[in-house]
């Protein structure tokens, strides 16, 4: 049975979803000209939450939403034994001229981020890029990236793996803080 | 992301070498590498550090563009290489070629080679891994998978389908990988063509065999019909083109005299009004067009799931 520390619980993890919701309406009031981009494939878990949360703040919220994978955009392909299988990309539309709030569950090393960053290029010049997480490990860093708006911030060295479990998936919603990604299987 | 395993074998030399696993691993790949062929910037960075040779001793225009717009999709570095234009005029063997072309730090090899077998001996002597784009009378996998990668797109699944391969098949790679990748993916295979077209045991491959095109197309859920291969033939195998296509050609006439809509499919390039004519190849039910287009996702598939197994430092 796996075992690790629960940083964020159920009660509060729903109560930091609204709190970014919220940020975002703050920021970006009727979202003109703004789009968001999730992460394949735990990334979308959040964004399609942090979707769903703003449309019951305001209902009348329109935007283009889409789905990101950069399973062909890693900086480590060719390094590993085995090759990535990529996740479905839903990109209906160009990102030029737009602001898109780029959102991943978890921020680590950042290498995610540069990999999006690329492919999110390759549909237009946005206007501006934020990045929302849930997670952020703000010492693991490898890259300078850094979230705009963040869920939780954990200090954790860097074998240590942080794991989002989400209601639909997984049967609750928490994050948990594992020693070693072994651990967490 | 999910982790795949890469594939089974370090080269693609022909489908009778890969196993069924393979080959889903290459259409799950090629599904996402098909979505990435519809987007404004139809490119990812994945083999930006690999550079590709093209060896074609053959003729070729849809494979050799297909194979080069896939490297290019991949970012990798492809240098082109036409036999007629080179130093094999002046009596260099293969693998002096090959080796000169390796040294230049050349990573992955793709070649078209009117010997059968000469893939597999390239394979046998040099560390780069190798694609075989159709040697001789023997194999062409890739057509083969964007064949059947086609059906599964037009039909669902592979499996339990029956196809029959219309013309020329003693002649042909193509049928006889198609024949071996079908098969693996569950298929039930037929060939039909004229009696001097049709190889002898070809039986012994777990096929049947029609001599009356009507007959076959009336079996079968997809036709995939084949070029008369004028340039293979050194002896007189049909009477006259004239009287091929009055017998096997593939007409409107025919296809509507079935009892069920079938696919038609052709690996290019067509003869038209022999053994297809105008009517059958842009109608509805050809996905002649979708083949081309799904080359290229299919052979991006390979060349990355190739390019994997080539690890740095391993």
């Not at chain 1, 981020?113 to 946005?126: D, E, F």
């Not at chain 2, 696919?263 to 081309?292: C, F, T, Y």
Request: proline share 3%.
């Amino acid at each position: 049975m796996a075992s690790g520390r629960v940083i964020l619980k159920q009660k509060k993890f729903k109560l930091t979803i609204e709190r970014l919701c919220n940020q975002l309406i703050e920021e970006y009031g009727a979202f003109e000209n703004t789009c968001i981009v999730g992460i394949q494939e735990r990334g979308v878990l959040l964004s399609d939450r942090i979707v769903k949360g703003l449309k019951a703040i305001d209902r009348k919220l329109e935007f283009n939403y889409g789905k990101i994978d950069i399973t062909f955009y890693r900086d480590d392909f060719r390094r590993r034994d085995t090759p990535m299988m990529a996740s479905k990309t839903e990109m209906d539309f160009q990102v030029e001229g737009y602001n898109v709030i780029l959102i991943d569950d978890v921020l680590y090393t950042g290498r995610t981020i540069q990999s999006a960053l690329i492919a999110l290029g390759h549909y237009g010049r946005p206007n501006k890029v934020e990045l929302l997480n849930l997670v952020d490990r703000r010492f693991n860093r490898h890259l300078p990236i850094q979230p705009n708006y963040s869920g939780i911030v954990i200090d954790a060295i860097d074998e240590a793996y942080v794991k989002v479990d989400w209601d639909e998936i997984d049967g609750n919603d928490q994050v948990i803080l594992y020693q070693n990604r072994e651990k967490a299987s | 992301m999910a982790i795949v395993s890469a594939l089974s074998k370090k080269h693609l030399l022909g489908i009778k070498y890969i196993t069924d696993k393979d080959i889903e691993t290459i259409f799950s790949t090629a599904d996402n590498f098909k979505e990435v062929l519809n987007r404004p910037v139809k490119k990812v960075p994945s083999l930006r550090d690999i550079t590709v040779a093209n060896l074609f001793f053959e003729n070729s225009t849809r494979t050799r563009m297909s194979f080069e717009l896939a490297e290019k999709r991949l970012s990798a570095d492809v240098i082109n290489f036409s036999a007629s234009s080179s130093s094999v005029t002046k009596g260099e063997t293969l693998l002096d070629t090959v080796n000169n072309i390796l040294s230049m730090k050349v990573d992955m090899i793709v070649m078209r080679h009117p010997a059968p077998g000469a893939p597999y001996f390239l394979s046998q002597n040099i560390d780069a891994s190798i694609i075989n784009a159709g040697d001789g009378t023997h194999e062409h996998p890739t057509q083969a998978l964007l064949d059947a990668f086609s059906i599964r797109e037009k039909l669902g699944t592979v499996k339990g389908k029956k196809i029959v391969i219309v013309g020329d098949v003693k002649h042909s790679r193509v049928a006889l990988s198609n024949i071996f990748c079908l098969q693996k993916l569950g298929a039930s295979v037929a060939v039909c063509g004229p009696p001097t077209l049709i190889p002898k045991h070809i039986k012994e491959l777990g096929v049947q065999v029609f001599y009356n095109v009507k007959k076959a197309l009336e079996w079968c859920d997809v036709a995939n019909i084949l070029r008369i291969q004028l340039e293979r033939q050194d002896i007189k195998y049909i009477p006259s083109l004239r009287e091929y296509a009055l017998y096997y050609g593939v007409n409107k006439d025919l296809l509507d005299s079935l009892s069920k809509k079938i696919v038609i499919m052709h690996p290019g390039p067509i003869n038209r009004g022999v053994e297809i004519n105008s009517d059958v190849a842009d109608s509805a039910q050809s996905i002649i067009l979708d083949q081309v287009e799904n080359g290229v996702a299919v052979r991006m598939a390979v060349l990355y799931l190739l390019a994997s197994g080539n690890t740095q430092g391993s």
